[in-house]
């Protein structure tokens, strides 16, 4: 591209072969950049099925119409699951990662009515396994962009003890947390649980308590870590939950290790759900 700047790679020898040098233009090879790539016209696409949706939300629909209007330039794509396998994720726009995720379970939900040929919208509360998993990268995608000073991912732990046989190993269960916050000091184990009672009833009936195994499992995680040595040694394990019409915040230390309990609203503003999250994850980072 002939340009009166340099940008990019420049061509000396078309320059010289074009006689540019004495009028000021310079031959230069660069990439342009476009809105247009695939995982924009993903969203867009999935954006257009959503706001369409005459069961959706009236003010969730009015802010998805608000937005397309940042898509004009995009095209439209069919969505399919072979389309999602063509996105190209990289260091550089990770961020589409859990977007593109988003937009697949969406995808997964659209139906096609044989009377009218419409696309519907079914209902995201009664997948509860979809939901689980929506809660679980949402939670630690938040984190990993928030938390620019922290490692934020899911961590393979090693069961602390021996295996006395081959056919003990091939039964033995990994162990794989839904958030691992790793600071320069601290570390947080956070396992996610998306449920739609956090307490449960008692058997002999003294009042509700919190879920056995939901308090096993965190403890498994803090305690197989500690053979990590250092941070780990100590860290600090929490059960996050969507709030459900309570608010949850019961905190224990069961040998070194602090447990906490809490819930997130989900349903309030973004500002607060944001400072909500990040109090959770500052509380554990702070060296005591």
Known sequence: VQTSTIRGRGDLDQTMKEKL??????????????HNVLHNCILRSTMEALSSDPGL???LSQDLTASLRWFADVDLVH?????????????????YGFLMDVCRLVMEQLLVSERLGESLFRDFYRNDQAMRVLFEQFVRNFYA??????????????????VTNPESAAVLPGMVTDVTIEGTDRAIILDTKYTPKALADAYWGDGAHLRTEHLYQIY???????????????????????????TLRYDYEFGAHPMRI????????????????????HDGLQVT
């Open 262 to 281: 809490r819930s997130v609203d989900l349903a309030a503003n973004w500002s607060s759900i944001r400072e909500e999250l990040l109090c959770i994850a």
């Open 57 to 59: 939300d009236k003010e």
């Open 220 to 246: 498994a995680y803090v305690r197989n870590a500690e053979a990590l040595g250092s941070k780990w040694q100590d860290c600090e394990g929490i059960l996050l939950y969507p709030s459900v019409g309570e």
């Open 79 to 95: 969505l399919t699951p072979s389309i999602f396998r063509k996105v190209q994720l990289h260091r550089n726009n990770a961020v």
């Open 145 to 162: 962009l928030e938390l620019t000073d922290c490692h934020v991912y899911a961590k393979k732990l090693n069961w602390a003890g021996e």
């Open 21 to 34: 040098w004495p009028h000021g233009r310079v031959y230069c090879h660069y990439d342009q950049f476009s």
